[in-house]
Each structure stands twice: as structure tokens, then as C-alpha cells.
């Protein structure tokens, strides 16, 4: 291996020729930045800015006095779902409960298919309606609808429609599984900023728009893995931070807006420019269901829509069908106000079990998960749960910032006598007796 060029932008290529053609491999060190330099009678500034666009555009990874890696891009990365094969007890899957999620099928003997042909418009009539009518309480006017294949696309989307490889995102820390893998993918730099009980702290926020963030992902209610809400106060605390950067791109992942039984709170400023609300149907219809509904100003939207055109990637006006007609049904809708409260009341069965056995956890949350934060090695825990006949996800995969200690535990499943049991495992894990 021989790392050639007079420029930044020389040895940046070079580099990349080189993992390419195999002959720099995923884990190998770079040469310190000070022998490079000198090796190529260079100045070392110029391998130092080589060097930080390698890291930004995910090729490798800077780790301060250990060097400059070659980062291994090749693993999907942990992965939310359930595990089929596992003898455990599967509290770690992050699925809803396959009882509450409506027939969709039924919708067609209702509303038999028409074909559609290119150039159609891309979203139904009927259901841009409705998403207009859910969205427009809580938009900034004016505002455009656009259907995606699902909230992790349309943040992927929405996010390459304005950022380029190395550009900073700032993040809640700790991070849903699927958007540090998307952000890993696609070569952006995640910046985490914490959240506590009302969510997205504001001064953590404001450092990393000082930083350079170029855009910002943030939940409003049921944040996984912590399931922490945003308060009002907290919302309009970020909305201030966030109108003092209206350069900056705001995506608000509403996931779980179908079944939350928490009010949303806004944090898009009054004359915002660049933004986007998405909300998933996935939780309340399954899974399978790709689709979210997104709202946005008109030119976040026509950006989006080049990438959705008809006859390319438009989400398919057979499952728009299906889905208009299932989210009319007056009885699909009494069965999501069920499994929200079922949901609810699983969550805080789980949390009289564990208040009851001594074991804080992140209480009077939302969403399908519950987060039991611990100061002690959560692998571990996880390990001896597992021995103990329970699958559970500990916090590591969720750190952006850095390792997060903690476990998270789905709840959409769970009975009372399993939260019983799974509150003296997890007492006797931590070796509180």
C-alpha cells in the first residue's frame, strides 16, 4: 500500500482507489498524519484535511490519539425485528401486537382496484385529503402532502434531497436503530444531542447546530428506545434554538402518531424554511405497511417529489387504496383507540412491576417500548436475562455520542404475570437480591 498525492483532495482519491482495488482493507490504519506528510514532503494540514474528509464521507474513522481507521461499511448494522429462531422469551423486537393491526384485505371487497397508468397523480385524492385534514393543526402554512415507503424513507429521502456525504445531522442521543444505520449508509455524520424526560435538550441542541449541523431529526412522542415525549415547554424552547438557523433542515419523525396518547407539541418556528413532518402508518396498520404521509413546505416538497415521480418510486395506488379505505372504517378506528389504551396499559403494568422491585425506569412514557436506564454493564444484564429465558435489547446499538447503558424492553406483548416475572429477573440480574 503506497498513499500518494500532493493535495487533499489527491490523497482523498487516492485512498478510496485503494480500498476499492483491496488493497486497503476494513480495519487498517492510516499512517500518522505527521509520517504521511513527511513521506510525501507535504504539509501535515493537508493530510489532516485528507483525513477529515475521509471520516466525513464514512471511509474512515478518526479515533483521536489511536488514528485514522478504515471503517467497516459493509454490516447492515443492528437491525430492529423480531428473532423467530430464539427459545427466548422475544421482548426485544420493537413490533406492535399482530392482534391490533387491522385487515387490510378487507378494503378491497369494499373498493375493487383501478389501474393506474404514468403520469397519474401520485398520491390518492381521497387520502391527500385526509392527511391534509390530520397535518394541517399542526403545519406551518402552506403546506404540500407527499406519500413515502415508510418514516425511514422519507428521512432518507428527505435528507439526500439537501445533504451530501459528510454533512452533519444532529440527532437525539440515544438514536432509533434504523436512523443510525441510514445516516452510517449514506455517509452522513450523526451528531447526538441527549434527551431526558420532555426530549431533545435545548443547549445540547444549540451546540450542535454551532457545530455545523446541516439538519436535524427529532421525535415528538414516543421516542425509542426512551419513550420520552416532547413537552410544550421543551418544544418551544427547540422551536426558538431552531429559528435562530433557518438554514438548517428540520424532519420531525411523529412515528407513532396514529396510537400516541400523547398531545404533539411543534417545534417548527412561525416562518420556517426548510421542514418536514412525517407520520407512519406502520405501527397502527403493521409493519409490511410502507407508507408514511409526509408534509412540508412546497420546496422541501417538489425536491421530494422528483424522487417519488410517477414511474418511478411512487408508493403503489394499490396499498393507498387499501389504506384510504381501512383509516375510514369507523370500526378500524375503535380498534386503534383500543390498542392504544392496551398499549398504555401494558407499559404501566410493566412499570408498577419494576417500581415494585426496587428497578427505576423511564416512567409515563409512549410508544411500544419501555427504557430501564442502568449505571452498570448492560450487556451483561441483557446476558443474565437471557439466561434466565428473556430477550431484551441493551443500549449499546443505540449510542451516538458514545455507549449507552441501558436496557430496552418491548411492551405491546406483555401480560401481567410475564411483567411480574421479567421485574424479579431484571431485580436479581442487577444482583439487588
Not at 69 to 76: E, H, K, N, Q, Y
Not at 216 to 240: D, F, K, Q, W, Y
Not at 270 to 286: E, M, Y
Not at 364 to 385: S, Y
Request: proline residues 6%; charged residues 20%; contains cysteine.
Amino acid at each position: 500500500m503506497k498513499i500518494q498525492g500532493k493535495t487533499a483532495a489527491e490523497i482523498f482519491d487516492c485512498v478510496r482507489a485503494l480500498l476499492q482495488s483491496g488493497q486497503l482493507r476494513p480495519g487498517q490504519a492510516l499512517p500518522p498524519v505527521r509520517d504521511l506528510a513527511a513521506e510525501l514532503d507535504i504539509n501535515r494540514n493537508t493530510v489532516a484535511a485528507a483525513y477529515k474528509r475521509l471520516a466525513g464521507a464514512g471511509i474512515a474513522v478518526t479515533q483521536g490519539r489511536l488514528g485514522t481507521v478504515i471503517r467497516d461499511a459493509s454490516g447492515p448494522g443492528e437491525q430492529e425485528g423480531a428473532q423467530p429462531d430464539t427459545p427466548l422469551v422475544d421482548l426485544a423486537s420493537g413490533n406492535p401486537d399482530p392482534a391490533w393491526l387491522p385487515d387490510l384485505t378487507a378494503a378491497l371487497a369494499i373498493r375493487p382496484y383501478k389501474h393506474r397508468l404514468y403520469g397519474e397523480p401520485t398520491v390518492n385524492a381521497g387520502l391527500q385529503a385526509y392527511a391534509r385534514a390530520w397535518f394541517e393543526p399542526d403545519c406551518p402554512a402552506p403546506f404540500e402532502i407527499d406519500l413515502t415507503h415508510g418514516a425511514v424513507d422519507a428521512v432518507e429521502r428527505l435528507l439526500a434531497s439537501h445533504l451530501v456525504a459528510g454533512d452533519k445531522v444532529a440527532v437525539e442521543h440515544p438514536c432509533f436503530l434504523s436512523s443510525i444505520n441510514m445516516l452510517r449508509i449514506a455517509g452522513l455524520r450523526a451528531i447526538g444531542v441527549p434527551v431526558d424526560a420532555q426530549g431533545m435538550q435545548v443547549q445540547a441542541l444549540e451546540a450542535a447546530l454551532e457545530r455545523g449541523a446541516r439538519a436535524v431529526i427529532l421525535t415528538p412522542r414516543a421516542h425509542n428506545p426512551t419513550g420520552c415525549s416532547l413537552s410544550e415547554r421543551r418544544a418551544r424552547a427547540l422551536a426558538r434554538v431552531l429559528a435562530r438557523y433557518p438554514q438548517v433542515m428540520v424532519i420531525v419523525d411523529d412515528h407513532y402518531a396514529l396510537l400516541s396518547d400523547k398531545e404533539y407539541h411543534s417545534v417548527l418556528p412561525a416562518g420556517a424554511q426548510r421542514w418536514a413532518l412525517v407520520r407512519s402508518l406502520t405501527k397502527a396498520l403493521g409493519p409490511d405497511v410502507r407508507v408514511a404521509m409526509v408534509a412540508s413546505d412546497p420546496a422541501t416538497s417538489r425536491r421530494l417529489r422528483m424522487r417519488l415521480a410517477s414511474g418511478t418510486s411512487w408508493v403503489s395506488h394499490l396499498l393507498q387504496d387499501m389504506i384510504e379505505v381501512t383509516l375510514g372504517r369507523p370500526e378500524v378506528a375503535a380498534q386503534m383507540a383500543q390498542a392504544r389504551e392496551d398499549y398504555a396499559r401494558r407499559r404501566r403494568m410493566l412499570e408498577d412491576a419494576l417500581r415494585a422491585e426496587g428497578v427505576p425506569c423511564a416512567e409515563q412514557g409512549d410508544g411500544l417500548n419501555l427504557w430501564i436506564p442502568l449505571e452498570v454493564d448492560d450487556k451483561a444484564v441483557a446476558l443474565a436475562l437471557a439466561h434466565r429465558g428473556w430477550l431484551v435489547r441493551h443500549g449499546d446499538a443505540f449510542g451516538v455520542l458514545g455507549a449507552v447503558s441501558g436496557l430496552r424492553v418491548t411492551v405491546s406483548g406483555m401480560e401481567s404475570g410475564q411483567c411480574r416475572d421479567l421485574a424479579r429477573d431484571i431485580r436479581a440480574s442487577l444482583g439487588l437480591g
